[in-house]
């Protein structure tokens, strides 16, 4: 039984997992909003909350603690500053984690992970059968006629000047050669 487990392995080894996260958590800050899996992204708002968290604090220890998981100072000047400064008054729930669907090649979930305030309006992917119904009958019809009327047409000649043709010169006469076997 998995009592009181805390954490997934996300199938890596600690070291291996602290690391995955970390670079996570730096892209985040950096970009803002990232595309991962569901898994990796609930562990990582589990990871950077208390990173912010920690950032409203602006004291040298605060920022040596951040500094032991992000490993790049303008990021951590970054946060301490402009992050916190935009982030600051919430009391908590400063990422959201917004699903996405499955992965093509391997069936994986997919989401999004942004920082709250950051965030622009997230749109989901829409397929293609709705793009299409979307679509009133008498467009549909206007693309079609304008498709066959572009596959109907001739090429155009790149030059509008008619073609030289080249004169070869008359070629010289073979001479039939004469074979000698060897040993014969």
Same mark, same amino acid.
């Given at each position: 039984? =998995?009592?009181?487990? =805390?954490? @997934?392995?996300?199938?890596?080894? *600690?070291?291996?997992?602290?690391?995955?996260?970390?670079?996570?958590?730096?892209?985040?800050?950096?970009?803002?909003?990232?595309?991962?899996?569901?898994?990796?992204?609930?562990?990582?708002?589990?990871?950077?909350?208390?990173?912010?968290?920690?950032?409203?604090?602006?004291? /040298?220890?605060?920022?040596?603690?951040?500094?032991?998981?992000?490993? &790049?100072?303008?990021?951590?000047?970054?946060?301490?500053?402009?992050? /916190?400064?935009?982030?600051?008054?919430?009391? +908590? +729930?400063?990422? @959201?984690?917004? @699903?996405? +669907?499955?992965?093509? +090649?391997?069936?994986?979930?997919?989401?999004?992970? $942004?920082?709250? &305030?950051?965030?622009?309006?997230?749109?989901?992917?829409? *397929?293609?059968?709705?793009?299409?119904? &979307?679509?009133? /009958? $008498?467009?549909?019809?206007?693309?079609?006629?304008?498709?066959?009327?572009?596959? *109907?047409?001739? =090429?155009? =000649?790149?030059?509008?000047?008619?073609? $030289?043709?080249?004169?070869?010169?008359?070629?010289?006469?073979?001479?039939?050669?004469?074979?000698?076997?060897?040993? *014969?």
């Amino acid at each position: 039984m =998995r009592h009181r487990v =805390r954490g @997934r392995k996300l199938t890596r080894t *600690s070291s291996h997992r602290q690391a995955t996260l970390r670079n996570l958590a730096m892209s985040l800050l950096k970009h803002k909003k990232i595309t991962t899996t569901v898994a990796k992204a609930k562990e990582l708002k589990k990871f950077v909350e208390p990173m912010i968290t920690r950032a409203k604090n602006d004291s /040298v220890h605060a920022r040596r603690v951040v500094a032991s998981d992000v490993n &790049d100072k303008s990021l951590i000047k970054e946060l301490f500053t402009e992050i /916190v400064a935009k982030i600051g008054n919430r009391p +908590g +729930g400063y990422t @959201r984690v917004i @699903r996405l +669907g499955q992965r093509k +090649g391997d069936g994986a979930e997919m989401a999004i992970i $942004e920082l709250v &305030d950051y965030s622009g309006i997230v749109k989901p992917k829409v *397929s293609k059968k709705e793009k299409t119904e &979307d679509k009133p /009958v $008498e467009e549909k019809a206007e693309e079609k006629k304008e498709e066959k009327k572009a596959a *109907s047409k001739p =090429r155009a =000649r790149k030059s509008a000047e008619p073609k $030289e043709k080249k004169v070869k010169a008359p070629a010289e006469k073979k001479t039939k050669s004469t074979h000698v076997k060897k040993g *014969s």
